[in-house]
Each structure stands twice: as C-alpha cells, then as structure tokens.
C-alpha cells in the first residue's frame, strides 16, 4: 500500500511555511518557501507521491499562487463556510 502524505501549509504574503507528514505522524520535511509561482512550482516537484494539502492563510495573494500552481482550493472560514 502506498503511504499518503499530508502537508500543513502556514501561507503569508512573501512566504509558505511548510510541514509534510505521512500518516503516522513521521515529520519527513519542513521549512518555507517563497510565495511565487516560480518557486511554488519548483518546490512542488520535489514532494514524495501521492500528498495533499491543508493551509491556514491570512492573505489573498498566496491562495491565488497556490491555486495558479495546479492545486485545488476548497477555503472555509473558521464557522465552516466554503469561501472558494
């Protein structure tokens, strides 16, 4: 069976902190990365295979690169409603 992995993203203006995890707990990767396309791309090309993602975002701006870069967004607010 192949391992899942799951990434926290914390995304800011100029930056995405990031933490991948499998399902165990196991920390495999953390640091930040820039908030643009360019980087975004390159950074996604080296996570391990299959993942998906969760962010906290604070800013538009970073949202928008994320989705730019091929990932699918479904944004709540903290009372539950789907924003995008």
Do not use: N
Request: with cysteine.
């Amino acid at each position: 069976m192949q391992t899942m992995y799951y990434i926290g993203l914390d995304v800011h203006k100029r930056t995405i902190s990031y933490c991948v995890k499998d399902g165990s707990g196991t920390i495999h990767a953390e640091g930040t990365v820039p908030a643009t396309r360019f980087d975004l791309d390159r950074w996604m090309k080296t996570l391990p295979q299959p993942w998906t993602a969760a962010m906290e975002a604070t800013v538009e701006r970073g949202s928008r690169e994320l989705a730019r870069g091929g990932i699918l967004l479904t944004l709540y607010s903290v009372g539950g409603t789907v924003l995008l």
